[in-house]
């Protein structure tokens, strides 16, 4: 057989059909939902394709209630998620960002917004804003918690790196690299003002997020802006 002929290409590309965990990664960059009459929270526009009898309700913000509408049109950030449910496979992607499967046992995460995938329907999400960033980031830095057992997938842009954060010694990212941190830590913003700042951006202000206290970060190798399109 010819080595680029459309037999070898199927081959090469083909669905794996020998495993049929709930939540599995197809590729580094696509998340397989086996769904046998269960109900699963996904990120709304990350379907790619389905087989089976599936259903899909629009659930509005990861958490309901007015504030979070209200939030999504200050900052254009909401992720909006989708109720999905029956029996069959999903299978799910966010423009080419790579998937990271993680199993929450009684705790919990604070994960950037825009890079929530899916989670279980077992997983509770309540969704907040950094109050301390609202002058700085036209709205806001809105971050989901998810807690509780169950399966979530997150995404990032390239390769997830995790700095470890220890008493005494603050750790302090880029808001927009920044991608989840562990549920114990509560960010504050830290903001330097200065001539060199200045001239480099339009605002006159630089900003991080500053994490105290013990626990960790996961950060990301690009600075992703909130408000483009998803």
Same mark, same amino acid.
């Given at each position: 057989m010819n080595k680029y002929s459309i037999q070898s290409f199927i081959q090469e590309t083909a669905q794996d059909e020998t495993k049929n965990d709930f939540f599995q990664l197809e590729s580094p960059h696509m998340l397989e939902l086996n769904i046998s009459n269960q109900t699963v929270m996904l990120k709304k526009g990350a379907m790619v394709a389905y087989a089976g009898n599936i259903k899909f309700e629009r659930e509005g913000m990861l958490s309901k209630g007015i504030g979070n509408l209200i939030k999504k049109t200050v900052s254009g950030e909401g992720t909006t998620m989708m109720k999905t449910s029956g029996t069959g496979r999903v299978y799910a992607a966010d423009f080419e960002k790579r998937v990271r499967i993680l199993y929450l046992e009684n705790e919990s995460i604070n994960v950037n917004g825009n890079d929530i995938l899916a989670h279980e329907q077992s997983v509770a999400s309540e969704v907040k804003m950094m109050k301390s960033v609202a002058g700085i980031m036209g709205g806001g830095l809105f971050q989901a918690r998810l807690s509780g057992t169950g399966h979530i997938a997150i995404t990032t842009h390239g390769n997830p790196m995790t700095l470890i954060?220890? =008493? $005494?010694? =603050?750790?302090? #990212?880029? =808001?927009?690299? #920044?991608?989840?941190?562990? $549920?114990?830590?509560t960010p504050t913003m830290k903001t330097d003002i200065s001539f060199k700042t200045f001239i480099g951006r339009g605002s006159g202000e630089s900003f991080q997020m500053m994490f105290e206290g013990e626990g960790w970060v996961i950060i990301q190798p690009c600075e992703e802006v909130y408000g483009s399109p998803q």
């Open positions: 954060v220890k =008493p $005494g010694q =603050p750790i302090y #990212t880029d =808001p927009n690299a #920044t991608v989840a941190w562990s $549920g114990n830590l």
